[in-house]
């Protein structure tokens, strides 16, 4: 009887130990999944700060200027405003 239980004992030890090996690797495989993911979040950052700085740097005004003599634009010589008249809003 003794030796069936030691039998029982030492395969629920391997099955055991088994089912742990097979947790630590999977807990691995997450922590190379999450470094691999932090990585790629730092990279996404980092070209999205660039990315922030063309917009930036597209709109500010000498940019603008440039890009308006490129096209042919010209400063106006006058400026003269229409008005429309009174402005209408629907009501319900």
Do not use: C, K
């Amino acid at each position: 009887m003794t030796v069936w239980v030691n039998v029982v004992l030492l395969i629920g030890s391997f099955l055991l130990l088994g089912l742990y090996i097979m947790r630590v690797n999977q807990t691995a495989g997450l922590g190379s999944e999450i470094r691999d993911l932090q990585e790629r979040v730092d990279h996404l950052s980092v070209a999205n700060q660039q990315l922030e700085y063309r917009i930036a740097d597209d709109r500010a005004m000498h940019t603008v200027t440039r890009r308006a003599s490129i096209l042919g634009l010209t400063e106006p010589v006058s400026v003269r405003y229409v008005s429309t008249g009174p402005t209408g809003v629907a009501l319900r």
